[in-house]
């Protein structure tokens, strides 16, 4: 069973349309994250939900919208794709808040044209 | 904020040598520090962590190293075997509001020569 799952692994588009990825763990873990690794592998964070409660969120444009329904899941909508967004949009759960391992999912490579 | 620079970006040994890695962070509060490898294509995966109050840690063949004062940590994998090779990333963290903000350096691209 993967414990950190993430769909789909791949996503071809284009500029202007609106997307979304889905993220579950299934490790009872209270915390999930969205980071992103651009072509130069830097693995930025963009958000953090702890039991469904938005903890971080980083400089993200607002057309970046993470949706946690309950805290199994944790969602990212984009609107009104760019270029720019194009990269590796990971997913990661962690046990609470404290300094436990980050999980992460395979990740969905994400194509704007 | 917490600020984390890593280096080398790139680094070549044969098999068998060591390989060191290391980073220097900003914010004297962090307090936790992993490091993560990710293989091509692949999710970037825990392979050690480090708290605040140790000043070193061992697994095997890879051991991590932690000077508060100075503010940098180092990553030594010993004896190294091709399956080694991977990009490595050292991260910072500091006591969150219920949730962890690692601060990940720009990476290490390791590769061991048969």
């Known amino acids: 069973d993967t414990a950190v799952s993430q769909t789909p692994k791949y996503l071809v588009t284009q500029m202007g349309n609106d997307k979304s990825i889905k993220c579950e763990q299934n490790?009872?873990?209270?915390?999930m994250y969205w980071y992103k690794q651009d072509s130069k592998k830097f693995l930025k964070i963009m958000f953090s939900?702890?039991?469904?409660?938005?903890?971080i969120n980083e400089t993200v444009p607002n057309r970046f919208s993470p949706k946690s329904p309950d805290k199994a899941h944790l969602n990212l909508h984009i609107n009104s794709l760019e270029l720019g967004d194009s990269a590796v949009y990971f997913c990661?759960?962690?046990?609470?808040?404290?300094?436990?391992?980050?999980?992460f999912g395979n990740g969905t490579r994400l194509t704007v044209t | 904020g917490e600020n984390v620079e890593q280096h080398p970006s790139t680094l070549s040994v044969q098999e068998g040598d060591s390989a060191v890695i290391k980073c220097t962070y900003s914010?004297?509060?962090?307090?936790?520090f992993p490091w993560y490898k990710q293989e091509l294509g692949k999710r970037p995966q825990l392979i050690i962590d480090?708290?605040?109050?140790?000043g070193e840690k061992k697994d095997q063949r890879i051991a991590v190293t932690l000077n508060k004062t100075a503010k940098h940590f180092s990553l030594h994998i010993t004896e190294t075997q091709p399956e080694d090779s991977a990009v490595y990333f050292c991260?910072?963290?500091?006591?969150?509001?219920?949730?962890?903000?690692?601060?990940f350096g720009q990476g290490t691209r390791l590769t061991i020569n048969p």
């Open positions: 990661a759960s962690s046990q609470g808040g404290g300094h436990s391992p980050l999980h």
């Open positions: 939900y702890n039991n469904k409660e938005l903890i």
């Open positions: 914010d004297s509060a962090s307090n936790y």
């Open positions: 480090i708290r605040s109050n140790v």
């Open positions: 991260a910072a963290s500091g006591v969150g509001q219920g949730a962890q903000k690692l601060v």
């Open positions: 490790l009872g873990h209270d915390t």
